[in-house]
């Protein structure tokens, strides 16, 4: 099973970003799919979850400026970002939670990530 991130980059103050991921692999299930944060000197944090129904999460900076949305069928799980300061910088990471996966006929259950994605916002 394998988590791939995209859409990191350089923006400028004010404008928008849109971070995709994709699941990929023996993959039968997956409960919650989002992104966490980390910022240089600072721990991961939360940006916004959603769960396989649709029901979503926001982090209190994120709320009122970004759009969670997921894609079961297709496995992909996409963040929009809107009005981005410099204070977003930061590498960006997503994550599925208890995938269920079936590899050589063993079942497992597990969370995975991606391998984060770099977003710069210049001021």
């Known amino acids: 099973v394998q988590l791939q991130a995209s859409g990191g980059g350089l923006v400028q103050a004010g404008r928008s970003l849109r971070l995709s991921c994709a699941a990929s692999g023996s993959i039968f299930s997956i409960d919650d799919m989002g992104w966490y944060r980390q910022a240089p000197g600072k721990e991961r944090g939360l940006v916004a979850s959603?769960?396989?129904?649709?029901?979503?999460n926001y982090a209190d900076f994120a709320q009122g400026r970004s759009t969670i949305t997921r894609d079961n069928a297709k496995r992909t799980v996409t963040l929009q970002m809107n009005s981005l300061q410099p204070e977003d910088t930061a590498v960006y990471y997503c994550f599925a939670d208890n995938v269920g996966s079936q590899i050589h006929g063993v079942v497992s259950f597990k969370e995975y990530w991606g391998q984060g994605t770099l977003v710069t916002v210049s001021s």
């Open positions: 959603i769960t396989s129904a649709g029901f979503a």
